[in-house]
């Protein structure tokens, strides 16, 4: 029976991951979260649960993995406009975070299997769609640096120390509990739970430009299954994988299909104008495929009303 670690375990994907790994396997697993930008109400309702361990602390102060065969790094201040304004916490939190994680293995000479949330941010615009992992890496902000530059510093020390990691670049992540009202980034977390929750309480819904932007839009649920995948592979990987649906929508068409009061505010700098994933390289190594669709989701939450989506 396998030990396992969430970082960012109360987040929105973390949350989810957290949900998978409890109903789908018999691990025992070990998360930790500083709630800085997520909440206990995400996991709540598996605290009693005799296969998890939650410890309300940031990973800065974990000094030892020795228990753990995994470690799922999920833990990230993700929001790319946010990264321009507050540079050298957002270094910290994604970077130096993961680079505190490969320290502590090294220390220990114990290397678990490092599962690392990576972000489709680091093609910024691609040159290429559907974009392959082959993509070449433009980087609009100090967020998707970040997140390359942690993918960058493994590659280099597993040349020194025998690391074990697989980098997932999730594309655009929807589902619920995605928008969390009470977080200080909110208004830059994923387009679907802001657009939703926005019209569940009579907000208009706004767009960047003119919202013929596109994104990849990728269900968490099918986000966790690759963080399970990429776990349960038999062989050391150390690469990259997309995961992402592999279809592409527009932001004012997602807006149109939730409500008709759409108003437009400026556009956003370092963001990509289109996002959308070639997962072949998932589904041929991890055996992964998205199985949820967008257009579903956004009919079930409409239906149900659904605030938290
Ligand atoms: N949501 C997206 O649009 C998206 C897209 C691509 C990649 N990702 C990546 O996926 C991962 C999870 O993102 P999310 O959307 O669930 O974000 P989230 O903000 O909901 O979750 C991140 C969690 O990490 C926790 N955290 C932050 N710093 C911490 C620290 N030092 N110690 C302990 N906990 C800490 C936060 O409190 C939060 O619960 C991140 O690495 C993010 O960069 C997210």
Known sequence: MKKVLITGVAGFIGSHLLDFLLDETDWYISGVDNLSTGRMANIEQRLDHERFDFKEMSLFELHSLKEYDLVFHLAALPRIQ???????????????????????????????????????????????????????????????????ETEQYLELLSTRYP?????????????????????????????????????????SLQVTGDGAQKRDFVHVRDLARANYLAAIHPEKLNTAFNIGHSSTMSIIELAKRISEDITFIDKREGEAEITYADVSKARKVLGWEPLSSLKSYLAESLQKNDSHA
């Open 163 to 203: 690391l074990d990691y697989v980098n997932l670049r999730y594309f655009n992540p929807y589902g619920p509990r995605s928008f969390n009202p009470d977080n200080k980034f909110n208004a830059y977390s994923s387009v679907v739970g802001i657009f939703l929750y926005r019209a569940k309480n009579g907000q």
């Open 82 to 148: 946010p990264s321009f304004e507050l540079v050298s916490e957002h270094i910290r939190e994604n970077l130096m975070a993961a680079v505190h994680l490969i320290e502590i293995m090294i220390g220990e000479g114990h290397f678990p299997r490092l599962i690392n949330s990576s972000s489709s941010a680091v093609y910024g615009t691609p040159e290429t769609i559907p974009t392959s992992e082959s993509e070449r890496i433009s980087c609009l902000s100090p967020y998707a640096f970040q997140k390359f």
